[in-house]
């Protein structure tokens, strides 16, 4: 199951850089959860509870920055993904480039995500889930 979990993970990143939110529809539970965390927290706010705020906050993400997810490695992790992953957009007011390389703790259940856990340092989405870059 752990493997196959990272397979679904992997989906999700395609499907969202493809911006095909029906598709994702069917990968996420309808009470998935997204927290931030670290530097996120700061630059976010609070965290987004059900399948419609997590996707409502995407697409005001997509309208600001654009956004495209580069996958650099997803690790099973005893029944959770970590994944570790590169953010590039253009800021919507400034107009600047920007990347952030970033961390994040996926649970699923049932074979869909129900939690995601993002930190602003892969290093420490890593160490949340025992393991080390």
Excluded: C
């Excluded at 009470?31 to 697409?59: K, M, N, S």
């Excluded at 997810?69 to 920007?98: C, K, N, Q, Y």
């Excluded at 990347?99 to 995601?116: A, P």
């Amino acid at each position: 199951m752990s493997q196959e979990n990272v397979e679904i993970v992997k989906v999700v990143f395609d499907e969202w850089n493809r911006r095909d939110f029906d598709s994702l529809t069917n990968l996420f539970h309808e009470d998935v959860e997204l927290h931030f965390i670290g530097g996120f927290a700061y630059l976010v706010g609070a965290d987004l509870r059900g399948r419609d705020a997590v996707f409502q906050f995407w697409r005001d993400f997509i309208r600001t920055v654009g956004g495209e997810f580069e996958l650099e490695a997803a690790h099973d992790a005893g029944g959770r993904v970590v994944t570790i992953a590169t953010v590039r957009g253009v800021g919507g007011t400034s107009g600047a480039p920007g990347e952030i390389r970033f961390g994040q703790v996926w649970s699923l259940r049932e074979g869909k995500v129900s939690r995601m856990d993002s930190y602003y340092k892969a290093s420490e989405a890593l160490e949340a889930a025992g393991l080390r870059e």
